[in-house]
């Protein structure tokens, strides 16, 4: 686990699209999983900006979404379909036949998750996942007590979220109260993680996710099993962090290691 701290959110989502664009360069079939929330909006946004600089070219990207609510159709402006081709897709030059997205209706839920299971698998795998956190630790709608190693399912939303999400329907009726979303074993195997997140109401529950223990009760903590999982923090989220000290020295000084001279005199402690 790589833990990086920047000074605000608008660093967190530089870093994330440097990470993304780096890769991007390296390898131009990049396979992008798609989280959702306030948290990467800023991170959508430099993506966009990539694009129109001409530094990120999407033509032969493809694009995996991490959840759906159950119930709504994709055009529903509280979909995370709608969400995502609002705040990224349509912006760029994606095309269609490489986005991928959990459907809030489909015919059969079971069948449905399975084969998305398996076109992430046909696909190669997912080389860059982006998370957000939630307070309670879950990452996609992995709330606590799901399973480490679950994959794409239904979940039952708890009623905390549910009534979050009141507000934002005009009917009670349509409020949903399940959604689908990949699995925390769906997320652990992708090939790299970014876990991005903001201020001081996530600083305890990054401390619990980074630090704790590894526990189906902050499901955020199951990235300390992953190969690469990278959270990019600021400040105010890094904030109940024992070991932040640490972090930012290992971070400012891992470049220097390429040059094995340079490991023997580390960049001083500021
Ligand atoms: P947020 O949501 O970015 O809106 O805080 C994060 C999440 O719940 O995954």
């Keep these: ?36 929330g306030k948290t990467p909006l800023g ?30 159709e994709e055009s529903h402006p509280q979909s995370f379909a709608y ?3 609002h705040h990224l897709f349509r912006h760029v030059n994606i095309r269609k036949e490489n986005i991928f997205r959990l459907n809030g209706r489909p015919a059969d839920i079971g069948e449905h998750c399975r084969a998305y299971e398996r076109k992430i698998q046909d696909t190669g795998g997912i080389d860059i996942q982006i998370l957000g956190i939630g307070k309670n630790g879950h990452i996609a709608f992995n709330e606590p007590g799901s399973s480490l190693s679950s994959r794409t399912r239904l979940k039952v939303l708890t009623p905390e979220t549910v009534a979050a999400n009141r507000p934002f329907f005009q009917d009670e009726k349509e409020v949903p109260r399940f959604c689908l ?8 195997e992708t090939k790299m993680a970014l876990l991005l997140a903001s201020g001081n109401n996530k600083a305890g529950v990054i401390a619990r996710a980074v630090e704790g223990p590894l526990t189906a009760s902050v499901p955020a903590s199951a990235l300390q099993l992953h190969a690469r999982a990278r959270f990019i923090v600021d400040e105010a989220a890094a904030s109940g962090l024992t070991n932040r000290d640490y972090y930012r020295w290992a971070y400012e000084n891992k470049g220097r290691a390429v040059d094995p001279l340079k490991i023997i ?3 001083t402690r500021n």
């Design 265 to 267: 005199s580390p960049k």
């Design 83 to 85: 969400y995502m081709d």
């Design 43 to 72: 991170l959508y946004e430099k993506l966009v900006e990539f694009y129109r600089q001409g530094k990120i070219d999407f033509s032969t990207v493809t694009a995996f979404n991490l959840d759906e609510y159950v119930g709504l």
């Design 1 to 36: 686990m790589e833990v990086i701290i920047k000074k605000d959110y608008d660093g967190v989502c530089t870093e994330s699209a440097a990470i993304i664009e780096e890769a991007w360069r390296r390898n131009s079939n990049l396979v992008l999983g798609f989280g959702t």
């Design 181 to 188: 979303t990949m699995g925390i074993g769906t997320i652990i």
